[in-house]
């Protein structure tokens, strides 16, 4: 039995209950099958497609060399993480010149209708990025069977892909996911609950916050993730971390004392996950310890936030 399906295909429907599709991957995961699709290259919301808006794909938008999302990719809450499948244009433009780094890079066959010569061509798409993650699924399936661990749900495996995934390194202009795929770190998450990468969980203190200074000014891209941090003295009592203002976007704030919380915030201590950009968390009695801060961004980027961390006395 297969235990990845990759899927660079898709048609523009959405996935219903009566879609053979439907059926095949509900079925499929039911045997613990991960399924792989790609989110199309249409620009435009995954859950209008199929496969890639059935539910319990892991469906896999694109990103180019600069970590933005290719100006084709679809994107949405439906999408679960990124990968490089190719900008086409330069500093992955959405026109202009058309550059080698544009493109992923593999070995093709140059035959039309029927098979002629190995050699080597760029192609770009979501079907690119796709490839990507199912690798790094059976990577995950091969290392976790290798240490005589018991194989992962596909529930579980993307859960660890979500968890692991490095953030996207510049405001994204939707929403794709929770950042790009990193295998060693997905790896590394499935086999020891570390994901090797301080960008997610770990200690990565991002910017360290000053007792009552507002740090103002900052910009939340669409989706992304950006990380915080403050140390509490024994003795201090109401840690009130707040996020203000700012235009655009609807952020969500995660804090955990100790260490950061991962890119989806799922494993910190307090949340904050109200509608717009003022969110607030309050600890009455605060550990005498490094608060991490994590501000995501919802699904436009969210500019000239202010960031406040204080507390008693």
Known sequence: ????????????????????????????????????????????????????S?????????????????????????????????????????SGNVVNNGFVWSSINDGATTPGNPT???????SQATPHVSGTVAMIIGATKAAGLATPSPADIANVLVKSARPFPVAEDHVIGAGIVDAAAAVNLALNG??????????????????????????????????????????????????IGGSGGDVSLYVKAGSSPVA??????????????????????????????????GESATSNLSVLADYNP
């Not at 990719?73 to 086409?88: D, E, R």
Request: glycine letters at 16%; hydrophobic letters at 35%.
């Open 1 to 52: 039995m297969a235990q990845v399906i990759s899927m660079s295909l898709g048609g523009q429907e959405a996935c219903t209950t009566d879609a053979p599709e439907y059926t095949a991957i509900n079925d499929a995961i039911s045997r613990g099958t991960t399924v792989v699709v790609a989110a199309g290259n249409n620009s435009a919301d995954v859950s209008g497609f199929t496969p890639a």
């Open 54 to 94: 059935c539910p319990g794909v892991i469906a896999v938008a694109s990103n180019g060399i600069t970590g933005k999302r290719a100006f084709y990719s679809n994107y949405g809450k439906g999408v679960t993480l990124s990968a490089p499948g190719g900008g086409i244009y330069a500093n992955d433009a959405s």
């Open 120 to 126: 080597y061509g760029g192609m770009a798409g979501t």
């Open 194 to 243: 570390d994901t090797g990468n301080p960008g997610d969980g770990g200690n990565d203190p991002g910017a360290t916050l000053t007792k009552g200074v507002i740090l103002s000014g900052q910009t939340i891209g669409a989706g992304a993730g950006v990380r915080y941090s403050i140390t509490v003295p024994a003795g201090a009592t109401t840690l009130n971390i707040r996020t």
């Open 264 to 297: 989806d915030g799922s494993d910190a201590d307090f949340s904050s996950v109200k509608p717009g950009n003022n969110e607030a968390v309050v600890i009455q009695k605060p550990e005498a310890t490094t608060y991490y801060i994590l501000v995501v961004g």
